[in-house]
């Protein structure tokens, strides 16, 4: 497992090495590491439904978020990008997968934040576009969702398409006023120490979660 702390904002994910994070045995030992029980989970189906964990009731959602401090919330994923978003007083936790990256699942957080001049976001460990293959229709779907592909978002190879879902997250968050952003630049189909579904690993999910600490 990797911590990295921006000023209020923590952020854990964990590796192969550390299990199967749908484990909650699994989980229960990283958390305990940072000195918590429990961490806050969306019911993940590829969806753009963002919930405040105050309303969270087991509903189909990629994302949460909460405006409490100490209070972990985290997503689980082996191959799509999880995406922690924060303006230092709302912390935004998202599984973005294409399907809910096309249908604006960063929109649809950002709107939670309260102060975007001084958002901040952070994509972490996901499939990348040194990797990750897709075919015409995929761009096609991109650019029927109002998406401006450009040779910036893909290039092509003997094999075929490759494809950056990063290079579009970054583009929406930037058209929503979040201008400070960290790509971690890991790529979890090349970088062994990580699940990746499109490597077969079709039940082990890695865990990314975050807290805000006291002032």
């Known amino acids: 497992?990797?911590?990295i702390s921006l000023g209020k904002l923590n952020i854990v994910y964990t590796e192969k090495s550390d299990g199967n994070m749908r484990l909650p045995e699994n989980r229960k030992k990283?958390?305990?590491h940072f000195g918590f029980s429990s961490v806050f989970i969306p019911d993940q189906k590829h969806t753009s439904n963002v919930?405040?964990?105050?309303?969270?009731?087991?509903?189909e959602a990629d994302g949460l978020f909460t405006d409490k401090n100490n209070t972990p919330i985290g997503v689980l994923t082996a191959?799509?990008?999880p995406v922690v978003i924060s303006?230092?007083?709302v912390l935004l936790v998202l599984h973005a997968g294409w399907k809910g990256l096309f249908n604006g699942i960063i929109e649809n957080g950002i709107e939670n934040l309260?102060?975007?001049?001084?958002?901040f976001a952070v994509i972490g460990a996901s499939a990348r576009d040194c990797c990750y293959y897709v075919g015409e229709d995929f761009l096609e779907k991109a650019k029927e969702k109002g998406i401006n592909i450009t040779k910036r978002h893909f290039k092509k190879d003997e094999k075929g398409i490759k494809f950056s879902l990063q290079e579009v997250a970054k583009d929406k968050l930037k058209e929503k006023g979040i201008n400070h952003i960290v790509d971690l630049s890991l790529c979890t189909i090349c970088k062994e120490n990580f699940f990746s579904?499109?490597?077969?690993d079709f039940e082990d999910r890695m865990l990314t979660f975050a807290w805000l600490s006291e002032d």
């Open 1 to 3: 497992m990797k911590k």
């Open 30 to 32: 990283v958390l305990s």
């Open 51 to 59: 919930f405040d964990i105050e309303d969270y009731k087991g509903q």
């Open 79 to 81: 191959d799509c990008m």
């Open 87 to 89: 303006d230092g007083e």
């Open 114 to 119: 309260k102060n975007r001049e001084r958002g």
């Open 197 to 200: 579904y499109r490597k077969g």
